[in-house]
């Protein structure tokens, strides 16, 4: 099993793994569904430490840089535009087990209309990722998003998962299916790490072979393996496990699936030999 150097604040969570009810039970690394409690109120509250406080504000720092930042676009208004705006994105959980990471909002000018995960409750990839989730995780996140969108965001939430993009600007073009690679790699080099550490998930998840010009910076490469990953910027350094994987969509659910599999399998395996 690969190493991995956990922070003090990710260690002090352990005793809000478990289901209150059993806090000393030995979760068996194959039943995935144990391994993540059911929602609870109690993952969405307002931080409580400083330090807490502090992420959250370096959170908020952050969405406001991405939301008026011209450096993404520049040059290439035709090309790539509307940088996501401050509340497009929700707040991350106080406590985040894997943040998936998409690759960018999608086209201004295509079917969808600059619309993403978190702003379309139709969305595909949102819908592709539900379904791999509820299928690993006993969850009913698909059902509940079809009665209503802010609760499955908050039962999502509420399951220690959050959902972020590679890239924080739009294609234009309506045939263009995701920003160039380079502008995806210098966003990301931009924005996404430092989104990244201020989060402190346990692992990331990338999805989408669109998503490898970002993934790269932490060390991975979309074949579904995991690895452990890392990545530093000015504001801090990460490191957890990570995979990068296909996009659950268009036939390809059941490959997504194998890699979150993994991937919670090797989370479950952490949390045994920390309990
Ligand atoms: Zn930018």
Redesign the pocket.
Known sequence: MPTVALSSPQAACWPNWFPSSSPSSEPTPTKIGGLFPSPRRDGLVTPRTSGRNERGGRWRIIQA??AG?????RGQAEIVGS?LNVGEIPDPPTTVDVVFVGVAPTSLNGRHKGRHFWSNVNDPLRIGLFSVLDGLLESQLRAVNGRSKSAADDDFRARRLFFIHSC??RPVPGELRAPPEAVVA??AR??LVDEIIAIRPRAVCFLGHNTAPAAALLGLSIDGRIATANVRSETGEWNGYGVATVQPVRGAEKRTALAVRRLFAELGGLTAHHS
């Open positions: 840089g991405i930042c011209g450096q993404c676009i940088p924080k600007v210098s966003c931009r924005h």
